[in-house]
Structure formats: structure tokens, C-alpha cells
């Protein structure tokens, strides 16, 4: 995804729409693993399921390498916001006082 893309939309709703890719993802993948296994196949259908299924698994080591990636960028987001929440605490403290 482009960091211009990133910029627009929120960690948090990347995050979602990537996992339900990955949902849909992943069940496309049981469903061809479902038709391997469970029918004669002519060794030409044999193998589009297979292209598929390869497809499938490719697709979904890239959706999780791009959610491990995000979820890396939204941890990092979130001990920033910690951070400037208690030296903002600790300003006010020391105002206060």
C-alpha cells in the first residue's frame, strides 16, 4: 500500500480491512483445498486448483507481512500517545502544584 494511501486512511481501518481480506482470503483457500480433496479431478482441473490454492497461500503471506507491518506502525502509535500523555500529565502536575 502507498504511504500516500496510508496517509489518508487510519492505522486502525487499514488494519480491519486487511484482516477481513485476510478472512475472505483464507476461506477461498479452504474451499479450494475442499475441492482438491474431495472430487476425481482431471489432471487439468487438479492443477488450476492448484495455481489457485498457490495463489491463494501467496496472497495471504502478503496480507499478513502487511498486517504484521501495521500492527508494528499502531504500536508505535500508541506508546506515543502514552508518552505525550504523561509528559502532559506531568506538566499539568507541576503547574498545578
Known amino acids: 500500500m502507498t504511504k500516500k494511501k496510508r ?4 492505522v486502525a481501518l487499514e488494519i480491519d480491512g486487511l484482516e477481513e481480506k485476510l478472512s475472505q482470503c483464507r476461506r477461498d483457500l479452504e474451499a479450494v ?3 482438491l480433496h474431495s472430487r476425481e479431478l482431471s489432471p487439468e482441473a487438479r492443477r488450476s486448483l492448484e495455481k489457485e ?3 491463494l497461500m ?4 502478503n496480507y499478513e507481512k502487511e498486517l504484521k507491518f501495521l ?3 499502531n ?4 506508546l506515543l500517545s502514552v508518552a505525550i500523555f504523561i509528559l502532559l500529565t506531568l506538566v499539568y502536575a507541576y503547574w498545578t502544584m
Do not use: C, D, Y
Not at 496517509?7 to 487510519?10: C, D
Not at 501467496?58 to 503471506?61: E, M, Q, R, Y
Open 7 to 10: 496517509e489518508n486512511l487510519g
Open 58 to 61: 501467496n496472497k495471504a503471506s
Open 33 to 35: 483445498n475442499s475441492r
Open 75 to 78: 504500536r508505535k502509535n500508541m
Open 53 to 55: 490454492k498457490n495463489s
Open 71 to 73: 500492527r508494528q506502525e
